[in-house]
């Protein structure tokens, strides 16, 4: 063998050590993948229970930060948004969540580019509830916001709902379902009840697991229901085996407001509830 032929051999031994090791880490720890699956929507419906309750079953990976990617970092490039994706190996989905998309105008046209198939996932909340719950949520950043009854009313006086304020926005499901059904069929979005996810998680996790055609691992057995918070909590939480409850910040009480403020709000979202029921097939309970 002369010299040459050596060094053609070192290298093509080298080529093919560097093939073996990446093919063999590339089987053990896979590769970043664009999402299959999204939770859209809504804030201060029951989003981060959902994801944390996903991330138990083995055969889905998630970004545990908001990616914000359809909203509020489009410029920066699919490439970018694959980067932050965690590692899947084949039959695993990768998902992220951004409450925001429901509710961004351009969110529906811009994931429909990258992937018609996605499976798009909404947690909803009764409107009231979760409309208090927002403004619960920024109080307790900005304790210096005006009360709640004066941002919920243009003419209180006339009862008129001041609908530019965007914590009421949120809660007409109807109208930012409209937008999604112009890109997405229905059988392509999963609605998830964020009351059942509270009364009753393994059956809501098991109709996402369906919905992710995915093995029902996710059982009664995960779950177990802390009293004190009012919310249910896993018995071990994804790589760990201790217990895991939700951050401090869930089951933050509210603040008190007037009965005929809530009143008046059940009235304004009926229709829009009424309207979302007919268009999901589904009765949410939140008028009963």
Not at 53 to 73: Q, S, Y
Not at 169 to 182: C, D, P
Request: charged share 25%; net charge positive; with cysteine.
């Amino acid at each position: 063998m002369t010299v040459q032929d050596s060094s053609k051999l070192k290298v093509s031994i080298a080529a093919i050590s560097r093939f073996f090791i990446f093919y063999v880490f590339y089987k053990r720890e896979g590769s970043k993948k664009l999402p299959q699956a999204i939770i859209i929507g809504v804030k201060k419906g029951g989003t981060r229970a959902l994801l944390e309750f996903l991330r138990v079953h083995p055969d889905i990976r998630a970004v545990g930060a908001e990616p914000h990617f359809f909203d509020r970092n489009y410029d920066k490039g699919l490439d970018w948004y694959r980067d932050l994706m965690p590692r899947t190996l084949d039959g695993q989905i990768t998902m992220e969540k951004t409450p925001s998309y429901f509710v961004t105008k351009e969110a529906p046209a811009r994931i429909s580019a990258m992937s018609k198939d996605a499976k798009l996932i909404v947690v909803v909340r009764d409107p009231v509830t979760r409309v208090i719950s927002d403004y619960t949520q920024t109080l307790s950043k900005r304790p210096d916001i005006p009360t709640f009854e004066s941002l919920t009313f243009k003419n209180r006086t006339t009862g008129l709902i001041d609908i530019s304020w965007s914590a009421i926005q949120i809660g007409i499901y109807a109208k930012h379902l409209e937008n999604w059904l112009q890109y997405f069929p229905m059988r392509q979005i999963l609605f998830v009840s964020g009351e059942r996810l509270i009364t009753d998680p393994a059956g809501e996790l098991g109709r996402v697991q369906d919905f992710l055609v995915l093995k029902r691992i996710i059982t009664d057995k995960h779950f177990y229901f802390n009293k004190t918070k009012g919310f249910p909590c896993l018995k071990k939480a994804e790589g760990s085996s201790k217990p895991h409850c939700l951050g401090k910040t869930k089951g933050r009480t509210h603040p008190n407001i007037d009965p005929e403020v809530v009143q008046r709000l059940r009235e304004f979202y009926r229709p829009f509830n009424m309207k979302f029921y007919q268009m999901t097939g589904h009765d949410f309970g939140w008028d009963s």
